[in-house]
């Protein structure tokens, strides 16, 4: 559930809420070399001033290709090369793109709640099947259950506090 928790984070970091922050980069890919790469591994990721981001890469022979994977990413954002450095400009969200923006997160969220859910039955099933096979008592078992459903709806609060959170920093502007 930790691991959750921690993958809705890094989902809802990389989705642009006006301000410029190197997260938006976190799931870029860059071909190097034949090869997918991260593009955090192939350079380095600044922020200069509240609406750009600076990309430097590591090896300035790889500039065409993570200029080109940023173009593709689908984040909306169109880098300038000066030959040492890609700058992208994050331009200023409309109310319509935050909308837009807000229901993706919504949905993140959902599929999150979701997981942590198919986790709570996973291991329910796992309690039951420990009492069939006469390890744990029906008694342990409810006490289980009800704990885990405690922890649940703990991870489940946590998701909508993470969603409240990022819907207000969507909706500042």
Same mark, same amino acid.
């Given at each position: 559930?930790?691991?959750?928790?921690?993958?809705?984070?890094?989902?809802?970091?990389?989705?642009?809420?006006?301000?410029?922050?190197?997260?938006?980069?976190?799931?870029?890919?860059?071909?190097?070399?034949?090869?997918?790469?991260?593009?955090?591994?192939? /350079?380095?990721?600044?922020?200069?001033?509240?609406?750009? $981001?600076?990309?430097?890469?590591?090896?300035?022979? !790889?500039?065409?290709?993570?200029?080109?994977?940023?173009?593709?990413?689908?984040?909306?954002?169109?880098?300038?090369?000066?030959?040492?450095?890609?700058?992208?400009?994050?331009?200023?969200?409309? !109310?319509?793109?935050?909308?837009? $923006? $807000?229901?993706?997160? /919504?949905?993140?969220?959902?599929?999150?709640?979701?997981?942590?859910?198919?986790?709570?039955?996973? /291991?329910?099933? /796992?309690?039951?099947?420990?009492?069939?096979?006469?390890?744990?008592?029906?008694?342990?078992?409810?006490?289980? !259950?009800?704990? $885990?459903?405690?922890?649940?709806?703990?991870?489940?609060?946590?998701?909508?506090?993470?969603?409240?959170?990022?819907?207000?920093?969507?909706?500042?502007?």
């Amino acid at each position: 559930m930790e691991k959750t928790l921690e993958t809705i984070k890094t989902n809802f970091n990389s989705i642009r809420t006006g301000r410029a922050s190197p997260a938006f980069l976190d799931r870029v890919e860059v071909e190097y070399y034949g090869s997918p790469v991260n593009l955090k591994s192939l /350079a380095q990721v600044s922020v200069p001033d509240g609406g750009t $981001l600076l990309v430097q890469p590591y090896d300035k022979s !790889s500039l065409k290709s993570i200029e080109k994977a940023i173009s593709k990413s689908n984040l909306g954002l169109t880098p300038s090369n000066d030959g040492n450095v890609i700058r992208l400009s994050i331009p200023q969200l409309t !109310s319509e793109r935050r909308k837009e $923006l $807000l229901k993706v997160v /919504a949905k993140i969220a959902e599929e999150g709640k979701i997981a942590i859910r198919n986790i709570r039955r996973d /291991a329910i099933k /796992a309690y039951e099947k420990l009492e069939k096979e006469k390890k744990l008592s029906e008694d342990n078992v409810k006490d289980l !259950s009800g704990d $885990l459903q405690k922890v649940t709806d703990e991870f489940i609060k946590k998701v909508d506090s993470l969603y409240k959170q990022k819907e207000k920093e969507l909706m500042t502007v």
